[in-house]
């Protein structure tokens, strides 16, 4: 499994953006899911979005029209760039890499059980 290594988190304020980005090593990994997961303390980890070896994504509803996932294979980096952010979108923030199914309508829920290989994580704070 590739070592995850998040960085890009941040405090912003309502309506900002960040860009996040999560660095693969080990091995490439264009061929497999990578993903964005978030949690708060006390609730489960969910899934934000995720970016299969085809380039095609999906994003978790309560992100949809504001965040985008995106990966670049030759430099082995997922990005998760975040516009108009809102307070609800504190979290940690996790990416993960997975195997070459990524999950689709039980993303939020149960996405993470598609993925074995996990980031550290960053934080992002949003204040409105």
């Known amino acids: 499994q590739p070592r995850l290594v998040e960085s890009g988190g941040g405090s912003v304020q309502a309506g900002g953006s960040l860009r996040l980005s999560c660095q693969a090593f080990g091995n490439n990994q264009s061929d497999y899911c990578m993903g964005w997961f978030r949690q708060i303390p006390g609730k489960e980890r969910e899934g934000v979005a995720v970016?299969?070896?085809?380039?095609?994504?999906t994003v978790a509803e309560s992100v949809k029209g504001r965040f985008g996932i995106s990966r670049d294979n030759a430099k082995n980096i997922l990005y998760l760039q975040m516009n108009s952010l809102k307070p609800e979108d504190t979290a940690m923030y996790f990416c993960?890499?997975?195997?070459?199914?990524?999950?689709?309508?039980?993303?939020?829920?149960?996405?993470?059980?598609?993925?074995?290989?996990w980031g550290q994580g960053t934080q992002v704070t949003v204040s409105s």
């Open positions: 970016i299969d070896s085809e380039f095609q994504s």
């Open positions: 993960a890499a997975g195997g070459p199914i990524c999950p689709r309508h039980d993303l939020v829920t149960r996405g993470a059980l598609y993925f074995g290989a």
